[in-house]
């Protein structure tokens, strides 16, 4: 057995069973040694003779020798149930392959730094030789072995027999006599991971697989021997392999090993000797080398088609070659030689790019940047039709006023369609479901649904009725059944379709459709809720049609209970409360993310929601939603394992369904930008599936076992379970654990600082419970090497607006990157001038809205460029935050307000109108500066106050439109209260007009003083009457319940406030941002604000 703590090969001679090793070997057990030549060498330098050498003076503590122990048990594949004379040979085999390398010369400091155990003052000097005589093993010379005559050789086998059973007996005997101590399971787990090598390597020899020893050695004369009149081959390193075929296999190994690179030479020397081993037992097994060749796709060497060792006897060398192949021994010589001596490699950071300077000032007519009348909302407007050759006859059908299936109501009554939607369905075919309410007076309410088809062959609609929950299937009663009906369950029937010709009006073009409709009773005992439902071929009984659009479930189509108010609930928000139940089964982001992508087809896109404030105020609830998942308030994983690359093409697809509102629906643009910067970008299947695989070739790589109870495994474990956004907080916070060297408080700042604490590690259904721990200084710049790189993989697929990923994948559209992009880049994490920065943020938006964004119709550009988009509007924020910080002048401080007013114009795509006009008021007021106008500064604040006006429509349109939704979702998902109260506030103080309002507020005062105004800013205005009181800080008297109407007058305030209950109004000499907490709750409360 080949040790793994080193290269001195030992055959241990006694039982074998299977379970883990936990006894000592019994007392006189004799173990039969072939002595390496590195211990010869050994003893000899030490004067010793090595035949004289008493190894059981050799003390090896027992807490390595556990540990070692419990390797073998790990390299034997982990065996249960194993028997007392195993565990006890085991044990025997770790203290010898232990003492070995301590009489190789390893002192016990080196095995302990192996095992990541502490090390031991005193322990750091190999082994004196001393008293180490009056043998007591048997120890076989291999050179003089190699001399000895075959009945010699016999007569040391048959004494090897002879120890092998009286060991085996010995062993028996104590196992009898006293039970072996409790097995490692039932003992203290290891408190660090032990080390596994990938490969052990035999140094002693050069490689004679690929150079053969010279015909007239003795050694080869014996493994070419006569037997039974055929020839035998008995040792691997005769089968000779072409070069060629030995490279090819070698870079498959790498290819396999995940590509790494920078691998030392002692890594390739080894890959390249276990490439040879891996043909040469192809070889040995009956395979030529031309049969090897055609493998690889290589031309054929004549005479190369007939197996070398066709008739030959190899049984014996391909037991070694598996043997070898098994323990991962291999003979290979040395290419670089460490010594005690050598110093690890440092991680030396890489030094920061030269900043520099954006000088360039490119003015752009921003007038460009107002919306055009396909982004209004206006009550009641609908979304133009598609060119007519873009669209199906299906799609184009579902238009019709007048659709001749619809219900005709009562005199008096009226016809309402609530639903309408198109399904693709297998082939060419799709499938429009029209959801009708007929009403009326002293009428029972009724629904139809409408179903239409293009598919050619006859079809059969296979349904059930829903009363009291979507998901029912239950059985019709028979005054429900449309003709041609026939029951084929207890709880469905199947209806065949009517086929008949349908024309589009005055276009003239015609097309044969399938049709059928269900009547459904709408209120009272009898009311049903819906139909669930499937189409079946009728010809080809096998052939079914399913919903493929929500992973091949079966279709439904739901109405809202007559109990259920509007105001109350809507299909879309049921839909996304019934999903996220808290108290339900499973559930994963996948799942999540598939079914967004559903809803937002279904209740957003033009051809199922024409009315442009339906799907307005559809997409804003979508968005709260994504949210509330991206904020982490929603479960990201229950009871569901969901590979990766199954949640990246998820991802995906939800971000193309974003990506195509934002090019069909520009009224969408501002809610689908937000959509987008929650959602991770995804990626093609192998793109996940990098994440799965790569974390296991780093820790093979790097020599790191799968050990269940460490760190790495652990979260290897949760990789392949579930991989989430959070991983990418894990690996940033790992990589400056290495970094740091090891210091486990700066992996805890990481993760805090990212959201994640202990209890969230530990809540993952594949939790991670353990610290990480410290392989070693060897291994601490190539990890970090390999996690930076797992980290951009990462990235890739969780967070989509990552800049230097984003700049990535637009660089070759663009036509490469600009001076403004680079310097963006750059300057991203500080340093350089805040208003050169965001001036550069600015001009790359704009080079972004040329490239493709203004006029969006490539689908997969455009999310590409909306990615580097959002990812720049992110830098910008951080630019104005770092401008707060610098000491500019009046005619800075004006030059970046015109910059962030720009910037939200280009954050506002579908309604930054007032936006727009204010810029250029803005700039007409510092042109009139220039020029010395006396009344500069009243225009420059009349646009400040047109500005401000603008931002403050835009956080009450928000509020107006998502709290609700908030507060609904919220409130069924069992989410904190204070994160739904606050949820309108956080996107509006998330968002770029936050900006803004930091930098006007931090010019109004100097504005105020240029013109020579009062100090009063008028925030939320309304006419009270109420007591006066004064306070030095509003904070005091925040949380006060006045019992009279108070008008608050407080010297301080800062903007984080609660507006007191019973204050009717506050007043403050203060400066305060119309987006802070207390101007949004005075505006939302209608209490009157005003600041100096």
Known sequence: VAGAGGAYPARVVGARGTRPVCAPAPTGTKIVLVRTRAWSETAKSNNVNSNDVDVSNVVIPEDLV????YVRWENAGMPEETTPEWQATEYAGALLDLRMEVLGGVSLNEIRRRYNQPEVPGDDEPMSFENMKNNVVQVHSETSADARESEQQRSNEANARAAEEELAARVAAAASAKPPPPTPATTEPLKTEPFKPAIVINTQVANTASKPKASGSKKQAKSKKEKNGGKTLTSVAEVVIPEDLVDIRAYVRWEDAGKPEDTPPDWQATENAMARLDLQIEVLEGASLNAIRAKFKEPGVDGDDTPPYDGWDVSDALAQAKNNLANNVVDVTPLTKPTKKDEPEEWVEPPPEVVGTYLEHHERDVRSLMPGPDCSLAEGTASQAKPKKQQSFVSRWSLLDNDPSAPVPASGGATELIARRVYPLEGDGELLVQMYV??????????RIVFTTDVVDPLMLHWGVSRD??????LPIKALWPASTTPVSEISVETKFVTGEACLGNDGECATLQTLSVDLPGSGADELTGVQFVLRDEANGDLWYKDSTNGMSNFRANFLASTQTQGASDPLLDAITRAEDP???????????NLASNLLDMHCTQANQPNRLAAYQNASKAYVWLRYSASKKLTWQRNYNVKPRELS????????????MFCESPYLRDTARLMLGCVGKGGSGGDGQAIRDEILNIMHRNGIGENKKYWMEQWHQKLHNNTTPDDIVICEAYIAYLKADCAIETYWRVLLEGGIDRARLESYERPIITEPINHGANLKVPLIKDFYKYLAILKSVHSGADLVESIRACAGGLGG???????VRVAQSGGGDATQLLNACVESRHQLRDAGLADASDDEWTRNLLYLDLAIDDVARRAVERAGEANYGLDDQMRLAGLVLENLALSLPASNQDVVL?????????QSRKTGDPQWALRAKAAMDRARLAISRYSDTVSQEMQPAARHIGGACEIEQWSVDLFSEEVIRGGPAFALSLVLTRLDPLLRAEADMGAWQIISPKSVTGFV??????????????????????????GDEEFPLGAVAVLTTCSVDVLSHTAVRARNGGGPFGGG
């Open 649 to 660: 093409a998820a991802q995906s697809k939800l971000t193309r369904v974003i990506t195509n």
């Open 583 to 593: 108290h339900g089964g499973w559930w994963t982001l996948m799942h999540r993310f």
């Open 66 to 69: 556990g540990i070692r122990a």
């Open 438 to 447: 007929t009403s009326g007076p002293n009428a029972v309410p009724t629904r």
């Open 469 to 474: 929950e979507p998901g029912q299937w239950i």
């Open 817 to 823: 990157v600009s001076d403004a992009l680079n310097y």
């Open 918 to 926: 204010a810029t250029i008021d803005w700039r007409l007021a510092i």
């Open 1029 to 1054: 009181l004064h306070v030095n800080d509003l904070h005091t008297v925040m949380n006060d319940v006045f019992a009279r109407p108070t008008i608050v007058v407080a010297d301080k305030v800062g």
